[in-house]
């Protein structure tokens, strides 16, 4: 787990360099940094990554258009429905495919949902990381698995949802899904209090988490960081509001920034996400119009995909998943399978900037710096 | 006793009650004395007094490890081991087997010695400990006039075994978080001590026994814990007692696991079970003299008295584990900071409450003590800036 | 309020409400919502899709695939395997002689279901699946994957009827249709002396 690798007899003292190895007791994954220490001070972190590469880019470009779906699920695989939103969008814009309105609806609430699944995870795994005892990670479990339960409900299963395809969803949403939507949406809020009473203002919380791993709003923004640890910067920038993808311009929602950039601030802007998030869904689910949720030109696509062939030539399709910025590329040269496809993982991006904002920290606060950015190893190394 | 109207049938039957291991120890001692000599009678009484603290410490360790955990798991709202027997019930026998089972691994190039010594070292005064505890009305295992001292001395040898286990290790990290863990124990040892004297002052004698006598009064209102320094005193103890445990939220020892190996990484099997069990042992002390001091010790109306003292120890137990559920745990900086530059001033001042006290112990004397403690807290809440939250805005954007 | 100490003490006031609510509120309001798993299940979903299954209608032999080959080569990881079982003649006789899933490959996807033309692959709930071989034993072949037209309809009852009452309508078209155009020699017989 953590072992020495070496002592360098620098000039001015010594540091030391230890392995946090692939096997991580906080659950992030398959990820392994090491640490240049002197004392207890940080002065050179360098991130190592690919423990979990599955060849996905290459696996895709052997598979028809639809087949790629299922395999998108498996990149954020804790939210799974932001990436099939990225792919469908990114597919549709290829070959210019229209969405009935119904199933624009239906793909903002299932996101919408989505976002609220990750943000309550991750704020769980990083005070489970500050030594909080599983506590907030079980309170926050069990909001998440009534949503998954919903999940399971509506597109078979909880995690690997495999629910949108090219050109709508898959299946349409009943009274009763929608009813069990509004329970969970106005039911939130009391949880999200009692966490805040928790947690928020909690002592040893801040005392562990302000002003450590601080983010200038200028770095973050030359090294391409978006999601959550952007705007908890202080820039405004979010997909939603900036392209108006799906029928997100429809909704009246806000953008919660934060001041310093510190761990505190992006814990917690992902708990006013959750409730920007709510807003949203509420109003989703109360105006959405009645109709129907594939378009006729792609059924046929679904029956048979490898009859399926876009036109020549390249799309890029871009999401506000809850990580970032989550794109896709996809070159098309008209056969059924693509040429070349490319996933921009927001988690990769993102970690670009972790040396910058561990140096001058103590080795305590590294974990809590990358539990704070919010990396998932799947979609990291795809 | 204390309740001066009940009738003496009913304190007869409270008196047996109460007195029914005392006088059990001694029938059985009448009994030996028939047909052995003197001097094998006092031995048998001091062999009694030992085999019932050795049988009782890792009993109520067992039990509290799965108090813990039942009680952790409905915090969390999940029911905690309930397979292993009605409620659990069976489930540390189920773990003393596994322990006994695990293969011992003892690293190459470790001090084997000393490697073997040190979980063995570190129990031994967590069972000394228990001598001195007043269980009930002359209960104590050992009524040493020292009492309270020979408390402190003895609990700070734990922190001997805890280095020697780290050093014994051959292992830089097993060190660097054995060092940490020895450096914690002692800044907490300070502020402990500091705590147990004002209630030595207010009682006037170093012997557990003496001071829960101290405590009497009628229903119960002479306990030191309804006194401004009795407070004040308490927290502080309790605190420390949390420290000296190493249990959340300054359980940085074993939870460095997580960064640095911890001190205990290379022990497994049963050496290990002993680790865990000094600790919980050391728990169970800890929040036994905390009653005495603080609490009243075994006084207590109508019920017997070691039944009063056992359900205060419980009560704090329960305390310290709802600890557990719900605070984050400090960071090495915050923990030193804490204890030197929080706690330590916080003692000295309560000593001078306590010398307050002494001279008057009316309205004016609460009055003045809420004072001087409310000047003295914002001094110092002043003084430690990091321990106070920033007030943060977040601007809501469109 | 800005006493040092009031966070901490609130938030030791939530875990005492979870910990009294727990004892006393049901499983949906914030009691203990544990599903004591080998006595007690949790409801089973209607649209639980896990390992694919074939149906048959009445008894094994009038099994609905026709061994086109389509989810074989729909099916991203590529876990079916068919082959066509040959009549005595050498012809294709529209069922398979061998059809295997490969379980340790299958993703769940419930693509096989989506692009079946026979309404014949449909994905089950059984998960309780185990294999004393290791991983040649999840292989299952034909006579494991056939489950009868009741168990489908009990286990997804929506579907299940709707996919019936399809096949109903495409029978009794077909049957009006066949009774509509008599045979073609009939016929000319019939114009002919017109």
Redesign the interface.
Known sequence: MTNIVEIKNTDLAQTLEINFGPQHPSTHGVFRMTVQLEGEKICGLRPIFGYLHRNHEQIAENLPYAAIMPYTDRLDYVNALSNNFGYALTIEKLAGIEVPERAEYIRVIMAELARVVNHIAVIGFMLNDLGAFFTPLLYAFRERERILNLFEEITGSRLMNNYFRVGGVKRDLTGENLAGIQKIVSRFPAFLEEFEALLTKNEILCMRCQNIGVLSAKTATNAGITGPVLRASGVNYDIRKVDGYSVYNRFDFKIPLGEKGDVYDRFYVRILEIRESLKILDQALSTIPPGEIMNKKSLPMLKMPRNFKPPVGEAYGRVESPKGELGFYVVSDGTPQPWRYHVRAPSLINLTVLEEMCLGQKIADAIIILGSIDIVLGETDR | MNIPLVSPAIRGIEFNADMIFVTAKAWILSLLGHFLPDWVVVLASITISGVVILCLGPVIMMYLTLLERKLIGRIQNRYGPNRVGKWGLLQPIADGIKMFTKEDIVPAKADKVVHLLAPIVIVVPALMLFLVVPFGERMTAVNLNIGILYFIAVSSITILPIFMGSWASRNKYSLLGGMRTAAQMISYEIPMTLAVVPAIMMSQSLSTNTIVMSQEGPYDMHWFIFTPWGIVGFIIFFLCATAECNRPPFDLPEAESELVAGFHTEYSGMKFALFYMAEYMNAFTLCGIATTLFLGGWQGLFFPSWLWFFGKTFVLICVMIWFRGTFPRFRVDHLMGFAWKFLLPLTLVNILLTALWQFTSNLAAWLWSILILAVSLWVLVKLNRTFIPEKRHYPLES | MTI?????F???????K??LT??FRKPDE?????VQYPEEREKE?????NFPFLVYDGTPEKIRCVACG?CE??C?PKCIHIEMELDGTGKPARKPAVFDIDYSLC?????CE??C?FDSVF?DHAFEVTSETGSEGLVRHKEALLKSNEYFQKIRPALASTIDQKRKAAEEKKKATVQATPPPAAGAQAQGPQ
């Open positions: 040092f100490g009031w966070g901490v609130k938030g030791m006031m939530v875990t005492l979870n910990f727990s004892y914030g009691g203990i919502f544990t979903l209607e649209n639980f899709r389509i080569r729909e991203p993703m769940n996807c419930g693509m989506e692009v033309p994905m």
